[in-house]
């Protein structure tokens, strides 16, 4: 039976704190949306539950949360994790802050810590403001998100905005002396009525101290780093055994493409490091309604087998925000997200069965045009992106990768592994 359920913010984000589980030695399941009855097996330790609410109403982000926290319960879970982005993607709207207080609510929970860092990705907490790499987050890419541009790197500030309930720190001091001392932390802080707490994290043995101090809390937030110490907490609480193989996956013969959708720098890099057969497809062609997926396929037809090729509607931010003042962000985002669905129903059918897919909207849309019901876990790739085997008779090979995530060379090293 399940020890741990996760409620993933989105698809991409969902896997790579699947992949970390699974670092940590527990056997995973991702779930693409609220699991049926009968979904998850006996053998699975952690349940990951992949929605799409990053950006989505508030309202609606915290009402599809409640159902996949209800279905994990039903499924025997004892512990529960709110994941969502490294680079703590939101509003001042939300939808961090509505999410925690429903799932505290829910729980009677508390207290909840929130920590979105990853040391191994860039990504770090020091004073409670968010880092990627030296700058502050308010001072990259992320300034300029086309759906959630986070322009205030103090995450102690962002959550407030979203929540009327108290926001405190535990600063780095507190967390590097140890999993008692920041214990003690937050029961003092959860004495003085403070519900949501901002941990801050610059290395992954803080991580581990984190783990401990919260591995009998009912509920934890964070981005994937901070699962690297779940495993380790829940094994000394005797919740968790030993097992071997746990990131096995089946044998998967087939074609190899990459789809990217992202439009991140990290994502440009890896389009741009790609050595193999690439299309780039016209995203304006693509908003006006023009069949740019039928003659994508055509172009690949000729290619599959032989090596892997890939297809991108990335671009850059000038040239997306061009793209959303012509057409509005969600006609244009649709109609991109569409088309990506499109390719792969049609590379799958022509032969291709591994398959990496570069941002989470796009990954989304390419694993709910595929049917794809849930995912076992395998190896890692790179940092936060592990292969993974969709459920069923005819399992495909899926990389999720966020679009910030991997090295420039990740398309080819992912598939030179499995």
């Known amino acids: 039976m399940a020890i741990l359920g996760i409620i993933a913010d989105d698809f991409t984000g969902a896997t790579d704190v699947a992949g970390m589980l699974v670092k940590g030695g527990m056997r995973t399941l991702q779930t693409i949306g609220v699991p049926a009855?009968?979904?998850?097996?006996?053998?699975?330790?952690?349940?990951?539950?992949?929605?799409?609410?990053?950006?989505?109403?508030?309202?609606?982000?915290?009402?599809?949360?409640?159902?996949a926290l209800k279905s994990l319960r039903e499924a025997g879970c004892a512990r529960f994790f709110f994941k969502y982005c490294s680079t703590f993607d939101s509003t001042d709207r939300g939808n961090i802050g509505p999410v925690g207080d429903a799932l505290?609510?829910?729980?009677?929970?508390?207290?909840?810590?929130?920590?979105?860092?990853?040391?191994?990705?860039?990504?770090?907490?020091?004073?409670?403001?968010?880092?990627?790499?030296?700058?502050?987050?308010?001072?990259?890419?992320?300034?300029?998100?086309?759906?959630?541009?986070?322009?205030?790197?103090?995450?102690?500030?962002?959550l407030a905005r979203q929540t009327k309930h108290k926001v405190g720190l535990v600063p780095l001091s507190e967390v590097q002396a140890g999993s008692a001392v920041l214990r003690a932390a937050l029961d003092k802080l959860a004495a003085e009525g403070v519900r949501h707490v901002v941990v801050?994290?610059?290395?992954?043995?803080?991580?581990?101290?984190?783990?401990?101090?919260?591995?009998?809390?009912?509920?934890v937030t964070g981005g994937s780093g901070v699962a690297i110490g779940l495993p380790a907490a829940y094994r000394r609480r005797g919740l968790l055994a030993h097992k071997s193989g746990v990131d096995a996956l089946p044998e998967v013969d087939g074609a190899s493409a990459v789809l990217a959708g992202?439009?991140?720098?990290a994502t440009l890099a890896q389009i741009a490091n790609f050595k193999g057969a690439h299309l780039a497809l016209d995203t304006d062609a693509i908003c006006r309604g023009e069949p740019v997926a039928e003659e994508a396929l055509s172009w690949a037809s000729g290619k599959l087998g032989k090596a892997p090729i890939l297809l991108s509607a990335s671009?850059?931010?000038?040239?997306?925000?061009?793209?959303?003042?012509r057409y509005g962000v969600e006609k244009s985002s649709s109609a991109i997200e569409q088309t990506m669905a499109r390719l792969a129903r049609g590379l799958v059918a022509a032969g291709v069965h591994r398959l990496v897919v570069a941002g989470g909207e796009t990954s989304g849309a390419v694993v709910g045009a595929l049917d794809v019901v849930a995912l076992r876990i395998g190896p890692e790739i790179d940092p936060g992106v592990p292969w993974t085997a969709s459920v069923g008779d005819k399992p495909l090979l899926l990389a999720l990768k966020s679009g910030n995530f991997g090295a420039p060379d990740f398309f080819t090293k992912a598939f030179a592994g499995p």
């Open 37 to 67: 009855e009968g979904v998850i097996p006996a053998d699975i330790d952690a349940v990951v539950v992949a929605l799409k609410t990053r950006s989505i109403a508030a309202k609606d982000a915290v009402a599809q949360s409640l159902a």
């Open 104 to 158: 505290l609510d829910a729980l009677k929970a508390r207290q909840a810590i929130y920590c979105p860092a990853f040391p191994e990705n860039g990504r770090t907490i020091f004073f409670g403001h968010l880092f990627v790499g030296d700058l502050l987050l308010s001072d990259t890419h992320m300034r300029h998100h086309p759906l959630n541009p986070m322009t205030d790197a103090s995450l102690v500030r962002v």
């Open 200 to 219: 801050d994290a610059v290395a992954d043995t803080d991580l581990g101290i984190i783990g401990e101090a919260v591995g009998d809390d009912l509920l």
């Open 262 to 265: 992202s439009c991140s720098a």
């Open 315 to 325: 671009d850059k931010p000038d040239a997306v925000k061009t793209l959303q003042a």
